[in-house]
């Protein structure tokens, strides 16, 4: 039988054992949440502890959901001795660092914002005050968890940012800072598979990082997700593109790129350009994807570990659309939620929960364990249909301090419209 040992707590982590539990695959999660997936108890810093376990329930792959044990070295440390399906801590440094990332992108010409690094903030300061960019992003340059970007409205909030992060908002990881030109467009996400050659590239999926409705807010970790996202033949090409000539520029710096390849992009009126890399899928972009893929994605992601991903292609996905909204605290971004109940309604056949920040006492019942706490997700064969679906499907979950956006997916004029008309009736 194959076994996989996927290693996370979130609902990305859920969504994968689900999909590889459907292929009959025997799964476990670690440190893993409230799912319902056997948790070893293993030390997922110390490499031997986790093959050692790996040898002995004969497990031949293990997939790394989260960012931080690829920027630590996790890859390397397993040696190969069992498969990983995910980059060494060299290939890591794409999203483990945003100087690297944007150094990279210049060096290959590979389009993106024009962009300078700051270490302390008299110099960010001055160049912010004599800036003449249309819009500043503020970025730490190290590992945030999603919340280490300000788009910054005005050049007073763009210095507070500077200020914030330099002074230790991340610690190490904001010790340095990029300052970008902000890029204005249509943004999407575009993830693919790769052996280090080839790419699969998955559907381009929209990320609603605001934490309230009409992208108001702090930036987060990401409130909701939407899919397929439909762009021209055009530029469908030109990000296939960018994303080959990523792979490519990175074996020329010597990196055997395996595991997933996330660009952010900002789709312009001069075409795609890359606002960030990530080293991993996304969460809840994998909560979606997982949804929309119908191919073997055991094969899949051992054919990427092993050099063989080009035997797995063309990969297949569902046509529908697919939404999924996550439900969080309502402290999140800015504290997490531990031992509230979570009560689950009745639900269609087509809603998937996926378990983020939970956890279960002793008697077997879910209790919240974080800020982002589920992912509930839908498929349609209408992106208004799924997103309907799944703020119904939201509505049943029931705990105290219960947070989610219901606009995921609308067009944000449209939908300030519907909301005013909805607030006057």
Known sequence: MRSVLVI???GREHALAWYLAKLDVKVWIAPGNGANFPKPDIDI?????????????????ILVGPEAPLADGFVDRIDG??????PTQRGALLEASKVFSKTFMWKYKLPTAKFAQFDDIDSARAFIEKCSWNGIVIKADGLAAGKGVVVAEDKRTAILAAEEFLAGKFGANSSRILIEERLYGQEVSALCFTDGAAIARMPLIRDHKRLCENDLGPNTGGMGVVGPVMVSESVSKQIDLLLNDTIASLRQEGIIYKGVVYAGLMITSSGPKILEYNCRLGDPETEIIMRLLKSDLYS???SCTNGTLSEQLPIEWDNRHACGIVIATDKYPHESDKGTPIEFGETSEDIVIFHAGTTRSADGKVLTNGGRILCVTSMAA???EAR?????ACESVRFAGKFFRRDIGVDRYAYMKWNWLRLRD
């Open 388 to 392: 309907a679906k799944a703020v119904q």
């Open 45 to 61: 810093a110390n490499a031997d502890d986790v093959v050692a376990f790996c040898y002995r329930e004969h497990i031949s792959l």
């Open 8 to 10: 996370g707590s979130g």
């Open 81 to 86: 001795r069992v498969a990983v399906f995910g």
């Open 300 to 302: 899949i992601c051992m």
């Open 382 to 384: 209408s992106a208004a």
